[in-house]
């Protein structure tokens, strides 16, 4: 009995945190949005039937979900292709100059802005390298995932070359350390870093090998 | 298409975050006054109008008005606060504060931490500095924050406060007692250090003047506030 119960939890956990992951993420995306675009939708009579086992207003929720997401697919997309346009970019330019003039909001949106561009811009071997560091001293290791190299002022203070690694906590790897190590003292492992994150958070019980193995 | 849309995105997130940072701290200053001041604007529904018929209009402008008078009232307290006859109402009040058995336990710790934040020159995160964490192999960017207790302090070694933040998000961290030796001092804005541990290294402060961020306007140097 315990035993059909656990491998039921096993099938089923996957599946409910992986919807209720992406259903967290629709409804952040959409949640400003929903209210202007339901009213629309209801004023046109096409959707307000039930659907399946779905209530009215839920096919208006669930249709409404939807085509904003749509929606703010082709807005970005049409915004990318504008803002290529000659005539355009001068306008964006402006606009921006506007908003860096504003008192507060300046402060926020020079740093997303610059930090949104080099995330965007960097090149793509940022956290793909996994390393072992020595951490938190030097007779043992932790996992990290590879930045890039470390600023110039840092390099020379110290008179070698050195990277910045970010070593993620466990269980929940957004938070962690931003550290710098003289390349010499990492490890450079040959694992990728979607292992790696596995392994992080599943506080070292499931090793890659092992993934390998059982598919 | 894959370019032109994260081309939209680059253009977009930095607006939305901003967006989404200043709806959450106004809505966060203005939590607690608002049912009022929208109670107000109901009472004088006949005079104000169309304004009380949308909800949310309703909400925007309570919130904003808020603000205002809060605004005000903080100019207008510190303007009071530096009168002679004021001060003397204000230290009454502190000490009857100080009596009132569990409030007494929040207010003196808010105060002290706000007194230290915000008076004086210093600035609110300290110095950039760089120092070996967590041992000697690797480094961390940190903030020299200050001096360290007195009940810490150790015959013949100078310690200081040393605070490093965690990445990606700084809101959280250790705050290290370092040897004097061991930091070595950045000589970088704090809104630059944060950039750098916001986007986990991958921007630098080198880079400011890059092709990419040519069109950013000229940093005025950090300033002391």
Known sequence: MKKYFITGLVILLPVALTIAIIAFVVNLLTKPFVGAVEAFLSKFQIINKGFLFLSPEQVLHYGAQLLILIGIFFAMVLIGIVARWFFLKSLIHYSDKILHKIPIVNKIYKTTQEIIKTLFASDKNSFRQVVMVPFPHSSSWAIGLVSRESPKICEDGIGEEMLSILVPTTPNPTTGFLLMYKKSDLIFLNMKPEDAIKYIVSCGVIIPEQLEVSG | ?225
Do not use: W
């Open chain 2, 1 to 225: 298409m894959k370019k032109y849309f994260f081309t939209g995105l680059v253009l977009i997130l930095p607006l939305t975050v901003t967006v989404i940072l200043l709806v959450f701290v106004l809505d966060l200053l203005t939590e607690p006054f608002v049912g009022m001041v929208k109670d107000l604007f109901l009472t004088f529904k006949h005079q104000l109008g169309p304004l009380t018929k949308h909800p949310k209009l309703l909400l925007f402008i309570g919130r904003v008005t808020v603000l205002l008078l809060m605004l005000i009232s903080i100019f207008f307290l510190g303007f009071l606060g530096r009168r002679f006859f004021f001060k003397y109402l204000h230290e009454k009040m502190n000490a009857i504060l100080e009596r009132i058995p569990i409030v007494r336990r929040v207010y003196r710790i808010t105060r002290e931490i706000t007194k230290s934040v915000l008076s004086g020159d210093k600035k609110p995160f300290g110095k950039p500095v760089y120092i070996p964490f967590p041992h000697r192999r690797s480094v961390a960017i940190g903030f020299e924050t200050g001096h360290v207790p007195k009940e810490a302090e150790m015959e013949g070694i100078e310690l200081r406060s040393v605070f490093i933040p965690t990445a990606p998000h700084p809101i959280s961290g250790f705050v290290l007692l370092t040897r004097k030796d061991d930091i070595s001092p950045l000589d970088i804005s704090a809104e630059e250090i944060l950039k750098f541990l916001v986007s986990c290294g991958t921007y630098h402060f080198e880079e400011k003047n890059a092709p990419g961020h040519a069109d950013s306007s000229p940093k005025q140097p950090p300033e002391a506030s």
